[in-house]
T-cell receptor, first 111, second 113 residues
Framework: NAGVTQTPKFRILKIGQSMTLQCAQD?????MYWYRQDPGMGLKLIYY???????DKGEVPNGYNVSRSTTEDFPLRLELAAPSQTSVYFC??????????FGPGTRLTVT | DQQVKQNSPSLSVQEGRISILNCDYT??????FLWYKKYPAEGPTFLIS?????DKNEDGRFTVFLNKSAKHLSLHIVPSQPGDSAVYFC????????????FGTGTRLKVLA
């Protein structure tokens, strides 16, 4: 049982490039989330999903897109990367109870 | 508008003493609160939670207290251990079916040996 996995761990992008951050969970959780954490700040919700085929925006969705074609996977797409998207990205999942399980994070730098 | 606030960015405590981490919130619709612990280069891990129908929840060395009238919760760690040194986040959910959580900015706890 791997829990929540994220790839890659680190990435450097040039301004204007695109990439997909991968997230997978093997706990059969319906709810999945993407957060970003900027230095000295809390976690800000980017997008979330309550099940396959259902996604919705969080607090800071601009510049990102998501899809949820399976229960296990919840990729986050960055189009036209900007320096403001330099951050640490965390994926999380949860079952019907409130506690979320987080992945180890992806550290992204846009230069 | 920061709905969940942790006003102390850092806290240092001697090993064996009590650590008290505080969290304030502004939204009276929040009905479930959680504390997470985060080590460097790792994702947050769930620590303890409390429902708004309770005023206290205890799990081993960790106790969370909720004061709804003051919109304030606190996490007590007794006794504090060096391994407790981490960043602690509080989070809140309004349970209305939005499935979303609002996180505070975190408090860095350092337990001195």
């Amino acid at each position: 049982n791997a829990g929540v996995t994220q790839t890659p761990k680190f990435r450097i992008l040039k301004i204007g490039q695109s990439m997909t951050l991968q997230c997978a969970q093997d706990m059969n959780h319906n709810y999945m989330y993407w957060y970003r954490q900027d230095p000295g700040m809390g976690l800000k919700l980017i997008y979330y999903s309550v099940g396959a085929g259902i996604t919705d925006k969080g607090e800071v969705p601009n510049g990102y897109n998501v899809s949820r074609s399976t229960t296990e996977d919840f990729p986050l797409r960055l189009e036209l990367a900007a320096p403001s998207q330099t951050s640490v990205y965390f994926c999380a999942s949860r079952s019907r109870v409130y506690e979320q399980y987080f992945g180890p994070g992806t550290r992204l730098t846009v230069t | 508008d920061q709905q969940v606030k942790q006003n102390s960015p850092s806290l240092s405590v001697q090993e064996g003493r009590i650590s008290i981490l505080n969290c304030d919130y502004t939204n009276s619709m929040f009905d479930y609160f959680l504390w997470y612990k985060k080590y460097p280069a790792e994702g947050p891990t769930f620590l303890i939670s409390i429902s708004s129908i309770k005023d206290k929840n205890e799990d081993g060395r960790f106790t969370v207290f909720l004061n709804k009238s003051a919109k304030h919760l606190s996490l007590h760690i007794v006794p504090s251990q060096p391994g407790d040194s981490a960043v602690y986040f509080c989070a809140a959910s309004d349970g209305s079916g939005t499935y979303k959580y609002i996180f505070g900015t975190g408090t860095r706890l350092k337990v001195l040996a």
